[in-house]
């Protein structure tokens, strides 16, 4: 079994099924409708994740489609720790095809500035993988068409890191790729709203994380909150 290295699905780092939960008003969709070519107009996600060793971290992320912010606290022994990065957006769209298959492409630049100068993480990020709708529920919480599940079958990013001190720039660049199975890693959204050319989802994530450094693999358990707004290019 492969070592896996923390995911970004959407921006986010959740590497097992992530499950979505219950939202009061639902509208429902079709194939047609969710079959487009998307760009995304905002994104909010509230997430929290603790460590083994009882370590958390809660992070805050606001996407306008053309900038946004990052806050993030680590509380470790009981001591928060806060940092806050600005970001640039290049381009955040899906492309959702009627044979259920689907790609999105994130490319954005995280900045943190400090007396003297500032770093940039630049990340660019194409997924793909499979989509479904989720039949009605027995309990009736959901209707047919009003959740759809998003299977990612492979991801790969490539990241370019900068740090500038005093006029002088210094930067780097690496990259990753991954691939899933069927429902490895899944997210499930419900429809908030679909009408016109505008698309609304919601997401309550569940799931656990791990990431390995130096030989040692540790984990995480995460929980939180996604919404996100798509409008037709």
């Avoid at 780092?13 to 107009?41: D, I, P, Q």
């Avoid at 720790?81 to 095809?97: D, G, L, S």
């Avoid at 740090?163 to 997210?187: C, K, L, P, R, V």
């Amino acid at each position: 079994h492969k070592n896996k290295k923390m995911k970004r699905l959407f921006i986010l780092g959740f590497s097992a099924a992530l499950l979505a939960g219950g939202v009061s008003t639902c509208k429902k969709t079709s194939k047609g409708k969710m079959s487009n070519e998307w760009k995304v107009s905002s994104m909010t996600t509230e997430t929290t994740s603790v460590s083994a060793n009882g370590n958390k971290t809660v992070t805050s992320i606001s996407l306008d489609g053309t900038t946004g912010t990052k806050k993030s606290v680590f509380t470790v022994s009981g001591t928060d720790t806060e940092t806050n990065k600005t970001a640039a957006v290049t381009e955040m769209t899906y492309t959702i095809e009627k044979d259920g298959t689907w790609k999105s492409v994130n490319d954005v630049t995280w900045t943190t500035t400090f007396t003297g100068g500032s770093s940039s993480d630049a990340t660019k990020t194409t997924t793909s993988g499979t989509w479904s709708f989720l039949s009605k529920n027995k309990s009736g919480d959901f209707k047919k068409n009003e959740r759809v599940v998003f299977n990612t079958l492979s991801e790969a990013a490539t990241t370019v890191s900068s740090t500038t001190i005093g006029g002088s720039t210094s930067s780097a660049e690496s990259s990753e790729s991954d691939t899933y199975a069927e429902g490895e890693s899944a997210i499930t959204y419900v429809v908030v709203e679909s009408k016109g050319k505008e698309l609304q989802l919601k997401a309550d994530m569940k799931g656990t994380s791990s990431s390995t450094s130096g030989g040692t693999t540790s984990s995480s358990s995460n929980e939180g909150t996604q919404s996100m707004t798509l409008v037709q290019k």
